[in-house]
């Protein structure tokens, strides 16, 4: 049977040295109130905006509330929605701005490569058993371990809304093996018997949680009636490590044919983000 602590937070301004040690103790930084709330609504909306009618914030509702059938990535209405999200410029740029960049600079202490995907993710109720299952995304990336990922709530999480947990010092043990699973990904690796104390909280809006790319983390489910969980997430590296290919395409480019770089860059504003990765000088 496996249970839940709290997270061991941390917060900006912390020596970065101080941070690192943490992160290679644990596996993982969780920063708390990290992204200014103005952000987070603002992107937020945008999303909304993509994911009406099924997925909306009615006047007076803080929180997202699924309008519609539940859906998890992959399914007809994300085929729908997704393409709509991932064509926002605001949402490419959003791991780019300087406060999340010198962050993730600070954890790699060197200079950062942020990966080109970008992922959304809107964990629906009503789909228990299709959340994320346990993973690392060393397996999922294709990455060594100076990558991480940096994942971010745009509103306030608690326990039924499906939040996202670790497992604490699971970086520790290398790569393990994995096997097939219902869920976003479709894998799921080895999670060892004695395993059975995970780390998570509820999440406020703007916070964000770092995790080693062998770190073992995953979703649980949305347990609510009615709200959606709707955050967002990428990856990034020292620069000059090596990222291989899969992470240069836009996420879920390799299944929906209308999602490519070209249709989500017509009507961007700035063109300084566009095919930025070109001259990184270790593609595999
Ligand atoms: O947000 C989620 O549901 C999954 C996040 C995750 O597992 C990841 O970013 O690798």
Excluded at 1 to 28: C, I, K
Excluded at 60 to 68: M, T
Excluded at 245 to 258: A, V, Y
């Amino acid at each position: 049977m496996s249970h839940n602590l709290p997270f061991v937070t941390s917060h900006a301004g912390e020596d970065p040295q101080v941070l690192r040690n943490r992160f290679q103790e644990w596996g993982y930084l969780y920063l708390k109130s990290f992204v200014d709330s103005g952000r987070c609504e603002a992107q937020l909306e945008e999303i909304l905006e993509a994911t009406n009618p099924h997925v909306v914030r009615p006047q007076g509702s803080v929180l997202p509330q699924l309008a519609g059938d539940p859906f998890y990535e992959t399914d007809a209405i994300w085929d729908e929605v997704y393409p709509k999200v991932q064509s926002l410029e605001s949402f490419h740029s959003f791991f780019h701005q300087p406060d999340l960049q010198e962050l993730m600079q600070q954890v790699v202490d060197d200079k950062v490569f942020v990966y080109p995907i970008k992922m959304a993710r809107i964990s629906t109720p009503r789909k228990v058993g299709y959340e994320t299952p346990p993973h690392q995304d060393a397996y999922s990336h294709h990455a060594g371990p100076t990558m991480a990922g940096i994942w971010v709530a745009l509103h306030d999480i608690s326990e039924a809304m499906g939040r996202v947990k670790v497992l604490p010092k699971s970086h520790l043990g290398g790569v393990r093996k994995v096997f097939q699973a219902e869920g976003v990904g479709g894998v799921q690796c080895e999670i060892y018997p004695h395993e059975t104390q995970w780390h998570v909280s509820n999440f406020e809006q703007g916070d964000v949680l770092i995790f080693h790319s062998c770190t073992v983390h995953r979703a649980e489910p949305n347990l609510t009636q009615n709200t959606a969980r709707i955050s967002i997430d990428t990856r990034f590296c020292d620069y000059g490590a090596p990222v291989f290919s899969t992470n240069l395409e836009p996420h879920h480019g390799w299944r929906i044919d209308t999602l490519g770089w070209e249709s989500i860059y017509e009507g961007w504003n700035n063109p300084e983000l566009k095919y930025y990765w070109k001259t990184y000088p270790n593609l595999f």
